[in-house]
C-alpha cells in the first residue's frame, strides 16, 4: 500500500506514522514545519507564554498570601521567546525522529493533486516530482480567518500567529473576537501588563460553552482590568499617529478605541488552495472538503481529516481522525466516539468541557438535572488559591447517565478526562458518586458535585 498524506500538522504526522506501523510505504508532504499550526504558531506556543504569564501575575499579586517575599521580580520577554522556540524545537524535533524511525519519507515541499492517484511535489528547491499513490491523505489544516473590514491590512492589525512572538509587550491590545484564542491571549498579555480589550459580536465570550463555566473566566478577566465589549462588531480601522484607531458599533451606538495593536481572532479558514482538488472532482462544502462517516472525499482513494474538513478544528481531533483514517486504508476496524471529545481553554481560570451543555441537552429533548459544587468550598482549591470556579454535571434526569462534565478553576484541563470516561463508558452519577477520590484534591469537586445532583454536596451547607 503506497500512501501519501499531505500536511504534517497533528493530524496528518500521526496518520502518518500510524499508516507506517500498520504496513504501509508512506510519504509525507509538509511545505513548512512538521508539527504544523498546533505545535509550531498555536496550542503549543500559546500555552507556554500563558504559563509564564499566569505565574508572574500570581507571584507579583499574590505573594503575601502564600507566604512568599520576592524582590525584584522582573519578566524578561526576550528570554520567555527563546524558551518558547526551544519548546517548539524539541517537540518538533522528537516529531521527526519518530517518523525517521517508522521509515515515513517526509517532503519539505507543496503537493497538488494532478490526477485521480497522483501528486506533483514541488520541493523547497523548487524541483518537481510526480508520486503515484493507492490512498492519499489531506491534512493541510486552516489558516486565521480574515474578516472584510477597512483597516486589515495595516501595520499593527496581526493574526493569531504574530500574536505569538511580538518584539515586545504591547502597551495596549484590542482584540477581535471573543473565543478561546481571544480569550487565551487576552489573558497572557493583560496578566503581562497590557491594557485589554474584547470585541465579541456575540452576547458571550467563550460562547460555545456553558453559559455558567464562561461566568467565571468573564469575572477574572474583568477583575484583571479586561474591558469586555459583548453585542459589538468593528467597523473599520485606521491609523492615527502611533495608534490604531478602532471604530466599534455598539449597542449603544458608536465608540472609538485606541491600541497599539489590534489582533482578529474571529476563527480559522481551512487551506484548500492550489490543491487542485477542482481538477480530481473533490466536492468542497463552504470552502471545506466534503467527506464521508470514514472521511473519505468524493474520490474513494482520497481522505480527509482535521481542520480542513470543518467540524470543531481541534488538534486531538485531528489526530484521532488520523488513527481512524489510518486504520480504515489499511482494512482495520476503527472507532471513534465524538461524545468524548474534551475542549478547554488554558486560561486563569481554566475551563474544560466534555458532552453536552444543559441549554444543549434541553434543546434535545432530555430531562435535565444538574450538580453544581464551586471551587471555594473544596480543601485543595483553597490551598493553591485558585477558589474561582466549579464543576457541573449535567445529568439525564431520568436515567441519571451523565450527559455532560463542565468544569471552571485550576488544573480543569487535567480533570476533564475523567468525565470524558464516564461519557465513554455511559455512566450514572451513581457510579462518580461512589468512585474514591483522594483528598485532598481538586477531582473532589467533581464527586461533590454528583453529591449536589443527588440532593445534597456534602461539603456545602444544607440550604
Not at 524545537?89 to 519518530?98: A, C, D, F, M, W
Not at 491523505?137 to 495595516?154: E, F, H, N
Not at 476533564?416 to 464516564?422: D, K, N, T
Amino acid at each position: 500500500m503506497k500512501a501519501i498524506v499531505i500536511g504534517g500538522g497533528p493530524g496528518g504526522y500521526v496518520c502518518a506514522i500510524s499508516l507506517a506501523r500498520h504496513g504501509a510505504e508512506v510519504v509525507l508532504i509538509e511545505k513548512d514545519k512538521i508539527g504544523g499550526t498546533c505545535l509550531n504558531a498555536g496550542c503549543i506556543p500559546a500555552k507556554v507564554l500563558l504559563h509564564t504569564a499566569v505565574l508572574y501575575k500570581m507571584l507579583k499579586e499574590e505573594p503575601g498570601e502564600l507566604g512568599l517575599e520576592i524582590e525584584g521580580l522582573k519578566l524578561t520577554w526576550e528570554k520567555l521567546q527563546k524558551r518558547k522556540d526551544l519548546i517548539i524545537s524539541q517537540l518538533t524535533y522528537g516529531v521527526e525522529n519518530i517518523l525517521k524511525s517508522e521509515g515515513v519519507k517526509v517532503i519539505n515541499g507543496s503537493g497538488r493533486f494532478t490526477g485521480k492517484n497522483e501528486i506533483e511535489v514541488v520541493n523547497k528547491n523548487g524541483e518537481k516530482e510526480i508520486l503515484f499513490f493507492d490512498k492519499a491523505v489531506v491534512a493541510t489544516g486552516s489558516r486565521p480567518a480574515r474578516i472584510p473590514i477597512p483597516g486589515m491590512d495595516l501595520d499593527g492589525v496581526v493574526s493569531s500567529t504574530e500574536a505569538l512572538s511580538f518584539e515586545k509587550i504591547p502597551e495596549s491590545l484590542c482584540i477581535v473576537g471573543g473565543g478561546i484564542i481571544g480569550a487565551e491571549l487576552a489573558n497572557v498579555y493583560s496578566n503581562l501588563g497590557s491594557k485589554v480589550v474584547i470585541v465579541e459580536m456575540l452576547p458571550d465570550i467563550i460562547a460555545n460553552m456553558d453559559k455558567d463555566i464562561a461566568a467565571c473566566l468573564e469575572l477574572q478577566l474583568e477583575t484583571d482590568g479586561v474591558r469586555i465589549m459583548k453585542g459589538a462588531m468593528v467597523e473599520k480601522i485606521e491609523k492615527d499617529g502611533r495608534w490604531l484607531k478602532v471604530s466599534i458599533d455598539t449597542v449603544y451606538g458608536k465608540e472609538y478605541l485606541e491600541a497599539e495593536k489590534v489582533l482578529v481572532a474571529v476563527g480559522r479558514s481551512p487551506v484548500t488552495d492550489n490543491l487542485g482538488l477542482d481538477e480530481i472532482g473533490v466536492k468542497l462544502n463552504k470552502n471545506f472538503i466534503a467527506v464521508d462517516k470514514n472521511f473519505r472525499t468524493s474520490n474513494p482513494d482520497i481522505y480527509a481529516i482535521g481542520d480542513v474538513k470543518g467540524g470543531a478544528m481541534l488538534a486531538h481531533i485531528a489526530s484521532v481522525e488520523g488513527i481512524y483514517v489510518s486504520e480504515h486504508i489499511m482494512g482495520k476496524h476503527s472507532d471513534i466516539d465524538f461524545r468524548t471529545v474534551p475542549y478547554c481553554v488554558y486560561t486563569k481560570p481554566q475551563l474544560a468541557a466534555v458532552g453536552i451543555t444543559e441549554k444543549d441537552a434541553s434543546a434535545r429533548g432530555y430531562k435535565v438535572k444538574t450538580g453544581i459544587f464551586p471551587f471555594y468550598a473544596n480543601s485543595k482549591a483553597l490551598i493553591t488559591g485558585e477558589t474561582n470556579g466549579m464543576a457541573k454535571l449535567v445529568l439525564d434526569s431520568e436515567t441519571d447517565e451523565i450527559l455532560g462534565l463542565h468544569l471552571a478553576g485550576g488544573q480543569a484541563v487535567e480533570m476533564i478526562g475523567e468525565g470524558a470516561l464516564a461519557i465513554r463508558l455511559e455512566a450514572t452519577v451513581d457510579e462518580i458518586l461512589t468512585t474514591i477520590h483522594a483528598h485532598p484534591t481538586l477531582s473532589e469537586a467533581i464527586q461533590e458535585a454528583a453529591h449536589a445532583a443527588k440532593g445534597q454536596a456534602l461539603h456545602l451547607p444544607n440550604t
